[in-house]
């Protein structure tokens, strides 16, 4: 028998407990032994819980036990979660959690600490949610060169923008349902920035590439200033609009992003929608690969989670952490230098001359007429793909010239 604690009864801590409750023939089956919840840490009085008499406000009530050896932290943020998953690791257990940020922040130093203490730090729903991407990326496409991620990495965010598009739902109502269902952080303002999705393709980018990339210095831009004519453009271009997180090696550098970007619809995402994620990993051997699957939620989760825990008593004795060097230098190339294309939407005071203006400063452009009422003092066109950096400082200007009013959208085009 193997003894679990829980650190956090949440949405996906709680459902971790239902899945191990649940499943408990086949996972002990699977693992080759007894899967026991013993106890669950929560500072909340849940007197309601299914699982009350597992609940403790007491964190030496785990620690002290010398028969739990697998900790799994789903408390979410860096503050106690940090501290609780140095501990279990230096006190030689198993640390399993689905924290994303944690992982994002203080994976090199928790990957070594776990190496160091000879168990394994495991982080398989950290992105994703229900789907194998860690594992794959780790394991079954260890034998190739990385070369590129693209991914939609945030359910919230994706199940927002679908409802928008498809149902002509408004943002904050939207919003409020992902809430509902469990999608959302406890701060939704992660996913609607797109920090979350940051978080993510960090945490594949550090695997994909063998070194630390880390999330603060990833451009990082969210889906806030979206709007439904926004899309409408989209459809008439052929395309979608999604939150995408990318990167890709680039020489001995890397270049990593997360901002909205318009994909066409023949793009191998363009129809995730919903809750859903999928992750496009290009490697030299397999050419490209996609993970699809849900997201967030609570049991998609819990699956992924307990996926881990799995693996942990099926390998007793084992343990293998990768380790992310940080790289003495900034590994990640300046935003400003990756060619792409972007969308452009201005409110103008003379379409004439507004026209003119754009052509002449920004070269090639393509105009795209909506013909819808209300957009009779708008143009929006399409740029050529060049570096980002003086792309975007030419759009900067158009808002500063008398024939236009402002600028009202930027949206990448992205192609890989
Ligand atoms: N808030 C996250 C999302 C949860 O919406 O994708 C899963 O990581």
């Keep these: 028998m193997v ?83 140095k501990k279990a690791l230096q006190s030689g257990r198993h640390v399993v959690t689905s924290n994303k940020e944690l992982v994002a922040k203080h994976g090199p130093e928790l990957l070594k600490m776990a190496s160091d203490n000879k168990v394994n730090y495991l982080f398989e729903a950290s992105v994703g949610g229900g789907i194998p991407i860690i594992r794959p990326l780790n394991q ?16 919230t965010t994706n199940y927002i ?84 997180g990318i990167s890709k090696r680039v020489g001995n550098k890397v270049y990593a992003r997360v901002s909205p970007a318009m994909i066409r619809k023949d793009h191998p995402l363009a129809n995730v929608e919903d809750v859903f994620n999928a992750i496009v990993v290009k490697g030299d051997a397999i050419g490209e690969a996609m993970f699809y699957g849900r997201g967030a939620g609570k049991l998609p989760t819990a699956s992924a989670v307990v996926a881990d825990i799995i693996d942990i008593v099926k390998h007793t004795g084992m343990y293998g952490n990768n380790i992310w060097e940080r790289k003495s230098y900034d590994n990640l190339i300046n935003s400003g230098e990756n060619d792409i294309g972007f969308f452009v939407r201005v409110k103008v005071r003379n379409s004439e001359e507004a026209k003119k203006f754009i052509s002449r400063s920004l070269g090639q452009v393509e105009f795209i007429s909506l013909n819808k009422p209300g957009l009779q003092d708008e143009l929006a066109f399409v740029t050529a793909k060049e570096k980002e950096g003086p792309m975007l400082e030419k759009i900067k200007v158009l808002g500063t010239i008398a024939s236009i009013k402002e600028v009202v959208s930027i949206i990448r085009i992205e192609e890989e």
């Design 161 to 244: 923008l679908t409802q928008m598009k498809k149902e002509g739902k408004d943002f904050a109502d939207a919003l409020k349902e992902a809430q509902k269902n469990g999608y959302a952080e406890a701060d939704p303002t992660a996913d609607i920035e797109g920090h979350d999705a940051c978080r993510k393709i960090a945490i594949l980018s550090s695997i994909a590439y063998n070194e630390y990339v880390n999330c603060e210095n990833i451009y990082t831009e969210g889906i806030s200033k979206l709007t439904v004519t926004d899309m409408l453009y989209a459809e008439k271009m052929n395309s979608t609009i999604k939150l995408i």
């Design 140 to 155: 079954c496409l260890a034998a190739n060169e990385i070369h590129g991620i693209t991914g939609i990495l945030n359910g």
């Design 3 to 85: 003894n679990v604690a829980v650190l956090g009864c949440g949405v996906v801590g709680s459902g971790v407990v239902e899945v191990i409750k649940k499943n408990s023939f086949s996972i002990s089956q699977r693992a080759g032994m007894e899967i026991k919840v013993k106890w669950i840490l929560d500072i909340r009085d849940l007197p309601d819980s299914p699982y009350a008499d597992l609940l403790t406000k007491n964190s030496e009530d785990i620690f002290n036990d010398d028969t739990v050896s697998i900790i799994v932290e789903t408390i979410g943020g860096v503050r106690a979660a940090y501290e609780f998953t």
